[in-house]
């Protein structure tokens, strides 16, 4: 329980209570006439209250430690040192640390050929300048543009238009793309 459903169950408890104290009140004043009934003063009453009301405040807050979740330590990352030439990129730039991998959709392949764009699900931090610097970095090649968007499964896909001196299908074919 959250300290604010805490809260809320402490009032509606004090309420219940309030209008138990307030019924049993009610019937002292009316004089109830049964033999065994054991009149409260208004002290007993209150006193009562608030042992209920300290009683299950308590065990709601026990109840709070012990379902809360211990706070995780940042790991700090390792830097990886790339091992391959492709890892690595043109002039030893890695690009794939911002760009995750190309999208395969049938619109994205559509994309390719028909509009000289690339797309890719690229690194959520990543901006539009890092996009573009990846990918002129990687590819050798120039970008017109960068359009972003994060899809509903929370990723983020980047449209990267392409200059007319470079094909995005080369590039596609060399990804295995096409």
Request: no cysteine.
């Amino acid at each position: 329980m959250g300290k604010s459903s805490i809260l809320v169950f402490i009032e509606v408890t004090v309420y219940s209570v309030n209008m138990s104290a307030k019924k049993l009140k009610k019937d002292k004043r009316a004089g109830s006439t049964e033999k065994n009934h054991h009149a409260l003063t208004d002290e007993q009453l209150d006193k009562m209250i608030d042992e209920s009301i300290e009683k299950q405040t308590k065990d709601n807050i026990e109840e709070d430690k012990k379902t809360e979740k211990p706070k995780e330590e940042k790991k700090e990352l390792k830097k990886e040192t790339p091992k391959t030439s492709r890892e690595m990129g043109v002039g030893g730039y890695n690009p794939w640390k911002i760009l995750m991998y190309p999208h395969l959709a049938e619109k994205s392949i559509n994309m390719v050929e028909l509009e000289n764009k690339l797309v890719f699900i690229v690194n959520k931090k990543a901006n539009k300048g890092n996009i573009k610097e990846a990918v002129e970095k990687g590819f050798d090649v120039k970008v017109l543009s960068v359009k972003t968007e994060i899809t509903r499964k929370g990723q983020k896909k980047a449209y990267i238009k392409l200059g007319p001196d470079h094909s995005a299908a080369d590039i596609a074919t060399r990804l295995g793309m096409i």
